[in-house]
């Protein structure tokens, strides 16, 4: 038997890397999905060899600048919307103002 694996094992060993198992973990299921006898060092020797903690951080750091700009965007919108809501409050009170009192409210003011 080759000691060799199959590039589909390797990417498949990546894909579990680059979704946060651990070597020992990626190790693991590819000895069983292969019943070959993987270890947590070839694991970690495919991971240097090709490059994918540079891909992990890049791709995290891909997912931390999107979370970021959610995050802004419903901060404007919430902004906003207080924004709105204290102008609706402002003007019912405005409103208010403009409305002429009730009887009792007048004759308090005549009476005086």
């Not at 299921?29 to 006898?37: D, L």
């Not at 924004?83 to 308090?108: F, G, I, K």
Request: hydrophobic share 35%.
């Amino acid at each position: 038997m080759s000691k060799r694996y199959a590039l589909e094992t390797i990417a498949a060993a990546k894909e579990l890397y680059l979704q946060g198992q651990s070597f020992r973990d990626v190790a693991r299921e590819i000895s069983s999905r292969t019943g070959r006898q993987a270890s947590a060092a070839l694991i970690f020797k495919w991971s240097e060899r090709y490059g994918w903690p540079e891909e992990k951080a890049a791709l995290e750091a891909r997912a931390l600048a999107r979370v970021s700009d959610e995050t802004e965007e419903l901060r404007e919108k919430a902004m906003v919307d207080t924004v709105r809501n204290q102008v609706a409050a402002y003007r019912t009170l405005w409103e208010r103002a403009d409305e002429p009192r009730d009887h009792a409210s007048q004759r308090r003011h005549c009476d005086g």
